[in-house]
């Protein structure tokens, strides 16, 4: 019985805990394609962290660079633009890669960085993948998260 009970606690304290770790989702950037990007918009307040996650997975030939462009803006003013790729990670919950034949499968849920919201008001943010061969990129989920501390 004693750990019938500890099991279910274990289990409720998993579900509850990822998102205590990583913080609440606020924004999602599916890519679908290579150097196109996505937008969206979030009404956010002073003082607001978010951290900036990648939700990959990925195939490509083994010698295809790659990496993720982010800009950030507000009433229609560029105010933040960075490049970021997996290899930065601050924290993975999962990794994966095997490369055979040339070709190369990648799979990664990581923290690659945060923002800081400096003042009240609606922030687009735009993202894409960009890649030196886009023919050779096959996405099955190239995702930028936004997670609020």
């Known amino acids: 019985m004693k750990k019938t009970l500890l099991l279910i606690v274990l289990a409720l304290f998993g579900l509850c805990s990822c998102e205590s770790m990583t913080g609440k ?7 679908k394609k290579v150097n196109e990007p996505v937008t969206s918009s979030a009404d956010l307040k002073k003082g607001d962290k ?11 030939s083994s010698d295809n660079e790659y990496e993720f462009r982010v800009l950030t803006m507000k009433n229609n003013d560029s105010i933040w633009y960075d ?5 930065q990670a ?3 919950l999962k990794s994966s ?16 960085g945060y923002y800081s919201i400096e003042e009240d008001g609606t922030y687009s943010f735009s993202a894409w993948l960009a890649a030196e061969d886009s ?6 989920k190239a995702d930028l998260v936004l997670k609020q501390k």
């Open 25 to 31: 989702e606020i924004m999602r950037l599916s890519m």
């Open 90 to 92: 601050k924290v993975s």
């Open 97 to 112: 890669e095997v490369t055979l034949g040339g070709e190369t499968t990648y799979s990664v849920m990581c923290k690659v």
């Open 83 to 87: 490049k970021l790729h997996p290899g």
């Open 50 to 60: 978010l951290n900036i996650w990648l939700d990959l997975d990925l195939k490509y």
């Open 135 to 140: 023919a050779d990129m096959k996405i099955e």
